[in-house]
């Protein structure tokens, strides 16, 4: 009787024990390589899907995205672009190294203090703009 009551307390204090090292949760690893443009090669050609984040001019306009270096990226663009905040656009283009200077001109720009933040960096050049509505 005593063997059998010794059984029935293990079999009900064991299946109620919590594990002594409880396993920490698996470490999350991101699905996109961040930072796609600014690892691509000036002209590259490049096909992105974002959020309008906010338009410029005509045509030059900001997308937001995980993937982008700090989140945005500027695209300009030889004709109107049609996009508002916050639509989801899908531009297909070339990769350029941005530099306000010489491209202001070509995609008229207008006043440079809009694209302080991106001097230097890279910015999409346009060849087709597909706006999701």
């Known amino acids: 009787m005593l063997a ?27 699905t996109v390589r961040l930072g796609t443009v600014a690892r691509a090669e000036v002209g590259a050609r490049l096909t992105v899907t974002a959020t309008v984040d906010r338009v410029v001019t005509g045509t030059a306009f900001v997308v937001r995205d ?6 945005k990226l500027l695209v300009l663009s030889a004709g109107k672009a049609t996009a508002e905040p916050p639509q989801l656009v899908t531009v297909v283009g070339t ?26 960096g890279r910015a999409l050049v346009a060849e087709d703009v597909t706006v999701w509505k």
């Open 4 to 30: 059998a009551l010794t059984a029935a307390a293990m079999l009900v204090t064991g299946c109620a024990r919590q594990p002594r090292d409880p396993q920490p949760p698996p470490e999350l690893t991101p």
């Open 66 to 71: 995980v993937d982008f270096t700090d989140g």
């Open 95 to 120: 990769v350029v190294d941005f530099s306000y200077r010489d491209l202001s001109g070509r995609y008229e720009l207008g006043p440079s203090d809009a694209y302080r933040d991106f001097e230097g």
